[in-house]
Antibody
Framework: EVQLVQSGAEVKKPGESLKISCKGS????????IGWVRQMPGKGLEWMGI????????IYSPSFQGQFTISADKSISTAYLQWRSLKASDTAMYYC???????????????WGQGTMVTVSS | DIVMTQSPDSLAVSLGERATINCKSS????????????LAWYQQKPGQPPKLLIY???PRESGVPDRFSGSGSGTDFTLTISSLQAEDVAVYYC?????????FGQGTKLEIK
């Protein structure tokens, strides 16, 4: 079964750092672009960026540029989303999702992780 | 960025009736070299991650009931549920993957009348 399993919910203070994870299984992790989507409480979906685990080629949304880092460790089939200094406005559910077609950067997300809720509050 | 605008924002339909959701992109998402529309539809039920329903504007993802259908080309697209079932209550999103950032529509909340 193809699945993406994300790390658990986090509660952090403003200014703290955080790295959340997304582990893929049941498919060739290195050959499919994997991305991150933000959903703020009660709001819609926002595309943050994607990474190709084979060579770590990464594309960020200009709306989010510089606010976080997307990375991947292909040796353990895991993608990451990392912040150096969280803000209250980073409070949201974060989903990872993979593309449906091997090697294709232009594609829809066919499999989604269960989501990681990040709460940033003093 | 390509702006995706869905209409309506919310919709109430009786069980067994047709539900239609529209999605308009600010520029064409049709790639002329392969004649494919880079447009997907997702369903998100409360407390769940989104689920892919439709890709390339019209083919259904494996396992998606055939009451769901996608149509349209260029800048105007439609998701149709031919006979609404109770389990179809959800928020529906369109997404373009023609050019990064792969933007989503604002969502359409579908309820039972």
């Amino acid at each position: 079964e193809v699945q993406l399993v994300q790390s658990g919910a986090e509660v952090k203070k403003p200014g703290e750092s955080l790295k959340i994870s997304c582990k893929g299984s049941g498919y060739s992790f290195t050959n499919y672009w994997i991305g991150w989507v933000r959903q703020m409480p009660g709001k819609g979906l926002e595309w943050m960026g994607i990474i190709y685990p084979s060579d770590s080629d990464t594309i960020y949304s200009p709306s989010f540029q510089g606010q976080f880092t997307i990375s991947a460790d292909k040796s353990i089939s895991t993608a990451y989303l990392q912040w150096r200094s969280l803000k209250a406005s980073d409070t949201a559910m974060y989903y990872c999702a993979k593309h449906g077609i091997s090697r294709a950067p232009f594609d829809a997300f066919d499999i989604w992780g269960q989501g990681t809720m990040v709460t940033v509050s003093s | 960025d390509i702006v995706m605008t869905q209409s309506p924002d919310s919709l109430a339909v009786s069980l067994g009736e047709r539900a239609t959701i529209n999605c308009k992109s600010s520029q064409s998402v049709l790639y002329s070299s392969n004649n494919k529309n880079y447009l997907a539809w997702y369903q998100q039920k409360p407390g769940q991650p989104p689920k892919l329903l439709i890709y390339w504007a019209s083919p259904r993802e494996s396992g998606v009931p055939d009451r769901f259908s996608g149509s349209g080309s260029g800048t105007d697209f439609t998701l149709t549920i031919s006979s609404l079932q109770a389990e179809d209550v959800a928020v529906y999103y369109c997404q373009q993957y023609y050019t990064t950032p792969y933007t989503f529509g604002q969502g359409t909340k579908l309820e039972i009348k």
